[in-house]
């Protein structure tokens, strides 16, 4: 139902009953590794081009999920995915192996939250009863369809992320036991004129604020609701740009309960300049490690604002600056 | 509301209460040229690239459906759009400019028929008031991204379709006045182990047949429900064989009943080869001479399928064969 102008409230409260979280070898060094399902040694996944690997990433984490909740992929009737290679082949090859009815969806990194918001609104409507929702990244993919290929060597600065190699996939139901969907906000495009590609964090910032703005207007909560609020992938300097909009826009949110997914995912000691990025960042982040905490009694309501720079190499050769957005959701215990 | 395994039933039948089609000078020169809003001479529409050029129609097509209805973009809650280009920048870019709530799709030529089936679906459920739901393409931008840029003048064989240049988005409502989105059915991927870019209509006929067999299923109708059943953009290679195919599942639709979008917005004499095809395709045909059909009383019920190949340049590159989507959305006056 819709809420204000761009919020929805699922009044059933649609529940995350499994989800699958697979990850590459450098996910396996981070803090978050026992929150994945699996962790593979090779970045290839034994495919012959790294777009392979990403596919298999995915298709992996849509089994583990259906695996663990015990079903069988006739029982689902729509799968949501996206992700950020060209014509998302990532999801749409999964989508084939999967044989299920298929939504591809395209909102950069913010991918994830975009496909669980729908889905949400799929069992909320009773449109659907079971929808697997998720989204995927590929280090070597993306920095090779993105920026050079991960061969070259080429440096970076400091403002620049890693993204992730990981897909994270959740399996919800109208009827079942874990966290439960209970709202979503559709963000706005948001550009302030960067043009940086290795400071994505840093355009990003400003959509998540503004999308975190309608939804604490939409639904007429302030942040004190939630005992996280964890943003997508902003990294550091994103981070710490949302703290003084947020500040500056009259939003208080303590220190120790806004995080951002791309801090979290990567110990200080890895090299991955202002932290983490990709479609898996937030997926894995959140469909691991948070429904982990969620079900362990550390959190009982959280909102995920899952950030996307929606611009593509042509659209930069082009000099446009970064259109960004990001979309919340809500899950509470 | 779901319905069988894989369609939604829209009891509220959401009403589309305005589109805004545009195309460029190859369109005007067609056969349905007067169910165009604007068309543009200059296949540049004044700017300095064919993807910014892309991104104008869809502009325009948007500003127009809005326009048309008398209302502001403040009014609506949410924009659905997909395209060709790589990370959707058509989309993403127009979405800047709306400054709406925006919801990125991607199901290649079957974007328009995406976004409007969950248009309807965010409007049955009470989750929008308005939605403004489109798809683009450009047959410089496609032909550049997709094989060869047209300056190169490369031939093409006869199997090849000619991309649309155009854009076309509905507006739709709960309240006003206009044809009624009644259903719509969410197909699977279907792959027959084609992998020839210039025959997508053969590849993408299988997809189309499955989608329609599942939509008479779960609705419970037969063909002779609908006054019109029209595919997207098989062009005529892929609209013979899903013909046969349709024979052979023992689906009989009429020959003068079943028809493709990419047969009928080029004449005979324009050298398109096998049809149109293109995000742009079924959009503008639908959006503008089919809506605009029903509106004359010549049309009460028809069925659109959308059609999709969802493969890149890049899984080409590595030797896949094309996996192919359609999505059936049905329209009653």
């Known amino acids: 139902m819709l809420k204000g102008h761009q919020s929805w409230i699922f009044?059933?409260?649609?529940?995350?009953?499994?989800?699958?979280?697979?990850?590459?070898?450098?996910?396996?060094?981070?803090?978050?590794?026992?929150?994945?399902?699996?962790l593979h040694e090779d970045i290839?996944?034994?495919?012959?081009?790294?777009?392979?690997?990403?596919?298999k990433l995915l298709e992996q984490a849509c089994e583990t999920a259906i695996n663990k909740a015990n079903m069988?992929?006739?029982?689902?009737?729509?799968?949501?995915?996206?992700?950020?290679?060209?014509?998302?082949?990532?999801?749409?090859?999964?989508?084939?192996?999967?044989?299920?009815?298929y939504l591809g969806v395209f909102g950069a990194c913010s991918s994830a939250v975009e496909g669980l918001s729908l889905g949400a609104l799929l069992i909320d409507s009773k449109s659907a009863k079971y929808v697997l929702a998720g989204a995927s990244s590929h280090n070597a993919s993306a920095e090779k369809q993105f920026r050079y290929p991960t061969e070259y060597g080429g440096q970076k600065p400091p403002t620049a992320q890693?993204?992730?190699?990981?897909?994270?996939?959740?399996?919800?139901?109208?009827?079942?036991?874990?966290?439960?969907?209970?709202?979503?906000?559709?963000?706005?495009?948001?550009?302030?004129?960067?043009?940086?590609?290795?400071?994505?964090?840093?355009?990003?910032?400003?959509a998540?604020?503004?999308?975190?703005?309608?939804?604490?207007?939409?639904?007429?909560?302030?942040?004190?609701?939630?005992?996280?609020?964890?943003?997508?992938?902003?990294?550091?300097?994103?981070?710490?740009?949302?703290?003084?909009?947020?500040?500056?826009?009259?939003i208080n949110i303590p220190k120790e309960k806004l995080t951002d997914c791309g801090l979290l995912i990567y110990s200080e000691k890895q090299p991955v300049f202002a932290g983490a990025s990709g479609c898996g960042c937030s997926a894995t982040v959140t469909f691991g490690h948070f429904l982990n905490r969620m079900k362990k009694g550390e959190l009982k309501r959280i909102l995920i604002v899952g950030t996307?720079?929606?611009?593509?190499?042509?659209?930069?050769q082009q000099k446009e600056s970064i259109p960004c957005i990001a979309h919340a959701v809500s899950i509470e215990m």
Chains 1, 2 share one sequence.
């Open 208 to 250: 998540a604020v503004d999308t975190m703005e309608a939804h604490f207007r939409d639904l007429g909560v302030d942040p004190s609701y939630y005992d996280l609020i964890a943003t997508g992938d902003l990294g550091r300097v994103g981070h710490n740009i949302a703290g003084d909009l947020l500040t500056n826009h009259g």
């Open 308 to 316: 996307g720079a929606l611009m593509s190499p042509l659209s930069y």
């Open 11 to 38: 009044d059933s409260k649609p529940i995350i009953i499994s989800s699958g979280v697979v990850g590459g070898p450098f996910e396996a060094q981070g803090p978050l590794a026992k929150d994945f399902d699996f």
């Open 162 to 206: 890693w993204t992730v190699t990981g897909a994270g996939v959740v399996l919800i139901a109208s009827q079942g036991v874990g966290p439960r969907v209970t709202s979503a906000t559709i963000g706005r495009v948001v550009d302030m004129g960067l043009s940086d590609p290795f400071n994505m964090g840093g355009a990003m910032a400003p």
């Open 72 to 101: 069988k992929k006739e029982d689902v009737q729509f799968f949501i995915s996206g992700d950020l290679m060209n014509q998302i082949i990532s999801s749409s090859f999964a989508a084939r192996t999967l044989g299920m009815p």
């Open 44 to 55: 290839m996944l034994g495919q012959d081009s790294f777009e392979k690997a990403e596919k």
